[in-house]
C-alpha cells in the first residue's frame, strides 16, 4: 500500500505499504532467494520480496508507483490498549462495531460549518453502521461504515454521506494499532498470528467472567470493551489463500510460482511445529494458527521505517482497487513545546500518533466504496498474499528467467532441441552420475563466464574506465504491460552464442544477429504463455475452479500474448 505523506500544520505524517520481509531462520522465511528491489505491498521493498517475488527492474521497466520512504517518527505502540473505557458493543454488527472501537479518543470527523451534523462524538440514536449507536455511549458519527459487498469481496467500507476530498474517515490511535515485533525470530505473520490467538483466548475468557457476572446481575447491559476483542470479532471467520492450496490448485501455477507457494506452506508449517506447545496451551490446532497466519497477510500494512508490519482495525476493512477513493496515513502529534513545557509543569503525557484513513482528491461520494491502494504489484503478489488477483493489475510482470544461469540452461536444452523449459537439462544432468554432473556444471559456468565477457566487451571497449558486467545484476528478467526487459535480448544473444562456442569475448551483436536472439525471446514466451493457456489444468484441472488462480493465469496470460504481439508485430 502507498501513502502520500501530507504534512499537516500540527502533525507529521508517514507513508506506509503493506509487505513482508525476510528473515534468515527457517521458521522465519519462506523463500531463499528474497529478492532484489524493494519497495511495499504494498511495496516497499517489495513487499514481495519477502515472497521472493520480484517487481520488474526500474532500469528497464518502470513502476507506475513506489513507495515514499516515509519520515516516520516510529510510533511505539503499545500491543494492548491498557484500560479500555466502556463501550456498548451489544447493539452494533461487528462490523460498525469496530470503527468505533478502533477510532476510540479521536475527536471526529471534520464536517464543514454548514454541514449538517455534530463535528466530533455524538450520542444521537441513529443506527446507521459505522455511525452512532441507540443506547447511549459516546459514538462517533462516521462518514463510512462497513457494508457486505458481494462478488468474491467480502465486506468494505462505505461512505453513508458525500465526503470532501482529504477529509479523515478513521483515525486509529497505534495502540489499537496491531504491530509485529521485528525483532522476533519467527516469520512475522506466524508471531503475529500467536500473538492473535492469545489475544483471542484472552477475549474469550474474559467474556466468559462478564456473562457469568451479568446472570449474577453483578453488572448492567453495558459489555466493557475486552482489548483485541471487538476487532477480533469482526474478523473474517474464514481465509483463503494459497497457504491453503493442495495439489490441484498448485498443478494450475507455473512452476516459479508454484515453488513460492510450496516455500510459503513449508514455512508455515515449520513455524507452527515450533509453536504447538504453545498453541495447544490456548487450544488451538492447525487451522486455527491458518486462520491467524491468513489474517495477517491479508490485513497488513508494512511501515518500511520501522520495519513492522501493522493491522489496523476498521481500515482494515478497505478493500483494494488500484484507482483508490482513499490513501492512509500515520500521523504524529506535534512535539514541538513539549519539552519547554515539561520545565515548569508536569505535562500531559503524549498523545499517541494515529492511523488514519484519509478520502482522496476526488471526494466520495455518498454510497461509494472507499478503496485504497493495496499497491502496484504483479499479480503473484496479490495471489499469495491476499487470495485475489484484481483486474486489471496494472503491476503485472511474467518472469521469463529467474537469473542468467537459467538463460545458459535453456539456451542449452534449445540447442539439444528443446526438450525442457529452462531448468529441464540441469535437472536431467543432476539425475546422472557424478562425473557428468560436474561436467554439466563446468560447461554452465564456462558459458557464464563467456556471456559476461561477451556484454562486458561493448561496454569496455567504450570506455576505459567501464567495469566489467555483473551477471548478478541480471536478474528477474519479466516482461510487463509496458514492455520487454531491455537485458533479455543482449543477455540471450550472448549465452545462445557462448553455448555454441563462439569465441570468448564476442561481443554480442557480432556473436548473434538481433533477429536471431529476438526468435528466442519470441520462443522463450510462447513457452511461459503456453503455462498458463488454456490447455494446462493440473490435476484434472480441478484447481482451476480456484477464481483466485483463473484470475492469475487470465492476467499472466494477457501480459505473455501482450508482449507477444508486440515483439511478432515489430519484427513482421
Ligand atoms: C484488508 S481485507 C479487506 C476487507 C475484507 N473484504 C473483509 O471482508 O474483511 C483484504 C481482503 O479483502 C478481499 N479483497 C480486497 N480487495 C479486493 C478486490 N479488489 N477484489 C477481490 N477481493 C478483494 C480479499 O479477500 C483480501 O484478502
Not at 520488474?56 to 519520515?71: G, K, M
Not at 466468559?208 to 471467520?237: C, F, Y
Not at 539425475?431 to 559456468?445: C, G, K, L, S, V
Request: net charge negative; glycine share 10%.
Amino acid at each position: 500500500m502507498l501513502l502520500r505523506q501530507q504534512p499537516r500544520s500540527c502533525t507529521n505524517s508517514t507513508d506506509t505499504g503493506l509487505t513482508a520481509f525476510p528473515r534468515s531462520s527457517r521458521v522465519a522465511r519462506w523463500t531463499q532467494d528474497p529478492g532484489a528491489c524493494g519497495v511495499t505491498c504494498g511495496p516497499h521493498q517489495w513487499a514481495s520480496s519477502d515472497l521472493g517475488l520480484r517487481a520488474a527492474p526500474s532500469t528497464s521497466t518502470p513502476r507506475a508507483s513506489r513507495p515514499t520512504n516515509l519520515l516516520l517518527r516510529a510510533a511505539t505502540a503499545a500491543l494492548a490498549p491498557t484500560s479500555s473505557p466502556v463501550l456498548d458493543v451489544g447493539e452494533l454488527d461487528a462490523g460498525s462495531a469496530v470503527l468505533q472501537w478502533a477510532c476510540q479518543g479521536w475527536e471526529g470527523p471534520e464536517l464543514d460549518d454548514d454541514e449538517d451534523g455534530p463535528a466530533g462524538p455524538d450520542s444521537s440514536t441513529s443506527s446507521s453502521s459505522g455511525g452512532s449507536s441507540s443506547s447511549g455511549g459516546a459514538q462517533l458519527r462516521l462518514a463510512v461504515g462497513v457494508r457486505d459487498l458481494g462478488g468474491g469481496r467480502g465486506r468494505g467500507l462505505v461512505a453513508l454521506r458525500d465526503v470532501a476530498p482529504g477529509e479523515t474517515l478513521l483515525s486509529v490511535s497505534m495502540e489499537r494499532v496491531f504491530c509485529s515485533e521485528p525483532e522476533s525470530e519467527l516469520h512475522w505473520s506466524a508471531e503475529m498470528g500467536l500473538r492473535l490467538l492469545k489475544a483471542r483466548h484472552a477475549s474469550q475468557q474474559q467474556q466468559q467472567q462478564q456473562q457469568q457476572q451479568q446472570q449474577h446481575k453483578l453488572q448492567g447491559r453495558k459489555v466493557a470493551a475486552v482489548d483485541w476483542g471487538v476487532w477480533i470479532r469482526s474478523l473474517p471467520a474464514a481465509v483463503r489463500t494459497p497457504l491453503e492450496y493442495g495439489e490441484a490448485e498448485l498443478g494450475t501455477l507455473d512452476r516459479y510460482t508454484a515453488a513460492e507457494v510450496a516455500a510459503m506452506q513449508q514455512c508455515v508449517q515449520d513455524c507452527f511445529e515450533a509453536l504447538q506447545p504453545e498453541l495447544e496451551a490456548l487450544g488451538c490446532g492447525w487451522a486455527d494458527f491458518m486462520w491467524a497466519v491468513q489474517v495477517f497477510h491479508s490485513r497488513c500494512f508494512f511501515e518500511p521505517t520501522s520495519g513492522r508490519h501493522m493491522t489496523v482495525p476498521g481500515v482494515d476493512m478497505a478493500n483494494h482497487t488500484h484507482t483508490p477513493t482513499a490513501g492512509v496515513r500515520i500521523v504524529h502529534p506535534m512535539s514541538q513545546g513539549w519539552d519547554a513545557t515539561a520545565e515548569i509543569a508536569e505535562p500531559p503525557p503524549p498523545e499517541p500518533s494515529r492511523f488514519t484513513l484519509v478520502a482522496g482528491e476526488a471526494g466520495i461520494r455518498c454510497g461509494e466504496e472507499v478503496t485504497i491502494s493495496y499497491g502496484t504489484w504483479p499479480s503473484e503478489a496479490f495471489l499469495l498474499l491476499f487470495g485475489f488477483v484484481p483486474s486489471p493489475c496494472p503491476g503485472e510482470a511474467l518472469t521469463l528467467f529467474r537469473d542468467a544461469e537459467e538463460v545458459v540452461c535453456w539456451c542449452m536444452d534449445q540447442q539439444h532441441g528443446g526438450r525442457s523449459g529452462g531448468e529441464g537439462q540441469r535437472e536431467e544432468e543432476e539425475e546422472d552420475d557424478d562425473d557428468e554432473e560436474e561436467e554439466a556444471e563446468a560447461r554452465i559456468a564456462t558459458a557464464l563466464e563467456q556471456v559476461a565477457a561477451a556484454l562486458s566487451a561493448p561496454q569496455l571497449a567504450a570506455d576505459t574506465e567501464a567495469a566489467a558486467v555483473d551477471l548478478a545484476d541480471f536478474t528477474n528478467l519479466v516482461v510487463t504491460p509496458q514492455g520487454v526487459d531491455g537485458r533479455l535480448e543482449p543477455l540471450l544473444a550472448a549465452a545462445a552464442a557462448a553455448v555454441r562456442g563462439q569465441g570468448e569475448t564476442a561481443a554480442p551483436a557480432a556473436g548473434m544477429p538481433a533477429a536471431e536472439a529476438r526468435q528466442l525471446l519470441v520462443a522463450r514466451l510462447r513457452e511461459r504463455a503456453a503455462e498458463f493457456g488454456d490447455g494446462v489444468g493440473g490435476v484434472g484441472g480441478a484447481g482451476l475452479h480456484e477464481p483466485a488462480v483463473a484470475a492469475f493465469r487470465a492476467s499472466k496470460r494477457a501480459v505473455a500474448e501482450a508482449a507477444l504481439n508486440s515483439l511478432t508485430g515489430a519484427a513482421a
